[in-house]
Nanobody, 121 residues
Framework: QVQLVESGGGLVQPGGSLRLSCDAS????????MGWYRQAPGKQRELVAT???????DYVDSVKGRFTISRDNAKNTVYLQMRSLKPEDTAVYYC???????????????WGQGTLVTVSS
């Protein structure tokens, strides 16, 4: 099995910064796409950013220029550096990892437990 552990959420003032981390562990052969999603109260979950194994990134328009996704392939970890945070960034942030597991060999698509980010003065 593959497990994800997220960390880094919390309360921050508007204009502040936070960095989220997501560590993947378990029977992992390789990881393809890693990403962050978020769900605000009363809204649907939305994609925030993704990064491929080769480092190609994609962002939702509302965070471009403020958020940066990165990954450490050796550690099976993905990060989300968030700057210039706004109240509308308040949400539960979820990590998503897709890849191939070993023993038994199979594709996997797993989600973290979520970490709350609150942007408020």
């Amino acid at each position: 099995q593959v497990q994800l552990v997220e960390s880094g959420g919390g309360l921050v003032q508007p204009g502040g910064s936070l960095r989220l981390s997501c560590d993947a562990s378990g029977s992992i052969h390789s990881i393809n796409t890693m990403g962050w999603y978020r769900q605000a109260p009363g809204k649907q979950r939305e994609l925030v950013a993704t990064i491929t194994r080769g480092g190609n990134t994609d962002y939702v328009d509302s965070v471009k220029g403020r958020f940066t996704i990165s990954r450490d392939n050796a550690k099976n970890t993905v990060y989300l550096q968030m700057r210039s945070l706004k109240p509308e960034d308040t949400a539960v942030y979820y990590c998503n990892v897709r890849g191939i597991r070993s023993f038994p060999w199979a594709n996997f698509d797993v989600w973290g437990q979520g970490t709350l980010v609150t942007v408020s003065s």
